[in-house]
């Protein structure tokens, strides 16, 4: 099973969501893993596959996820370009799954293994590993994604989805001050915002301790919190100063740093206030998994890496994926695969070299996870 070529032939696989078909897919690899039991589970149209390569009385789940973002028709033809192998989905997560596929062939486990391909990632995952997960139990799961060889996803942020409305004295544009306006108001509120929450810090040295002992650096792979004004709607017509206007936007922030320092930032007597949506962070320390079972699953991956002539880093991320649809029953799970570059652009690359080296890290993975 070559790896890249399998790359290739997912990439030519249409599953840009929306809509996210995943059934060809699925069938595609239903049929290169026809020597094991395979089961679909179907929700909403969208198809997840599960491979049971086999049975134990400790399991491990290697999975990662079908579906991409959408993209020109074009994309769906595979190009290797220095090194780089371009395509929509070629770094998420397709390079993954072929690494993943490829690590298993021909390994005899005296563990239970499974392989779980997912849909709807791109869209929350609750047509995908949510539902595929409350079926398919294990003891510990890894992710494909494209974190770089070198690097483990371990933690994730909050999100917060917050409505603002900003208030300012209406009138006409001859005869009222613009900086009266509502709209006037948010757009100098985003600016002082955007910068705001790029430069907030916070203590996690309890973190980089944990990691240190492991032998690892902690990285911060952007900010430790950042603001999106996603949508922003307001005035009545062109020569009327706006009295209201509304702002929606997309909150990130580090679990060491409070909810309450958050929203003390829109605290202010001209603007009100809605949060609207919440999802809690997920990770080591973050959530109902207990260290131990984190700290043996991530022995395991660390030395796989090590043993592969890496220095392995653990990676605190302000995006957020599959892990949560896991790590909510206590089970450990983090995220590794090949990496690549300009992820969701149309000129979207994985590295070639990162799948061929991905491919050993999970095998070796395997070979040690008999110790977990």
């Known amino acids: 099973m070559d790896p890249i070529e399998l790359a290739k032939e997912l990439i030519r696989i249409d599953t840009r969501n929306p809509p996210g078909n995943t059934s060809d897919a699925v069938d595609f ?3 290169l893993f026809s020597n094991y039991e395979t089961r679909i589970y179907e929700k909403e149209g969208k198809e997840n596959l599960v491979i049971e390569i086999s049975r134990g009385k400790k399991t491990l789940m290697l999975s990662s996820h079908l579906d991409t973002v959408p993209g020109e028709d074009s994309l769906l033809n595979p190009v290797i370009v220095n090194g780089k192998l371009y395509g929509r989905g070629s ?8 690494a993943i596929c490829s690590a298993v062939e021909g390994f005899e486990p005296d563990f239970g293994l499974k392989l779980a391909f997912t849909a709807d990632e791109e869209v929350g995952g609750k047509n995908g590993l949510k539902i595929v997960f409350e079926k398919e139990k294990a003891d510990a ?6 974190t770089g060889c070198d690097s483990i996803n371990v933690l994730q942020a909050y999100v917060l989805a917050v409505d603002l409305k900003f208030y ?21 509120f985003i600016l002082e915002m955007v910068d705001k929450f790029k430069s907030i810090r916070g203590n996690f040295e309890h973190y ?19 603001i999106n004004p996603s949508i922003i709607k307001g005035g009545l017509k062109r020569n009327v100063i706006a009295k209201e206007c509304d702002l929606i936007a997309d909150i990130r922030f580090a679990p060491w740093i ?8 829109f605290r202010r007597k001209d603007v009100e206030l809605k949060v609207s949506g919440f999802l809690p962070a997920y990770g080591i320390l973050a959530d109902p998994v207990k260290l131990e079972d984190d700290l043996k699953l991530l022995n395991i991956m660390v030395n796989a890496i090590r043993e592969e002539g890496k220095n392995p880093k653990a990676v605190f991320s302000l995006g957020v994926g599959d892990s949560r ?3 909510k029953f206590g089970i450990p799970c983090f995220y590794l695969g090949p990496g690549g570059g300009n992820l969701h652009s149309e000129d979207e690359f994985v590295f070639v070299s990162e799948i061929l080296l991905a491919e050993k890290i999970y095998r070796r993975i395997l070979e040690k996870f008999r110790t977990f």
């Open 29 to 31: 690899l239903q049929k």
């Open 91 to 98: 770094c998420d997560a397709k390079g993954c799954i072929a």
């Open 141 to 146: 799961v890894i992710i494909g994604e494209p």
């Open 168 to 188: 300012g004295k209406d009138g006409h544009t001859a005869s009222k001050d613009a900086r009266e306006s509502a709209i006037f108001k948010s757009a100098s």
């Open 208 to 226: 980089r301790q944990i990691f240190a002992e492991l032998g690892m650096d902690f990285v911060i792979k952007t900010w430790e919190a950042a």
């Open 258 to 265: 409070s909810i309450d320092e958050i929203l003390g930032f």
């Open 325 to 327: 649809h896991v790590r």
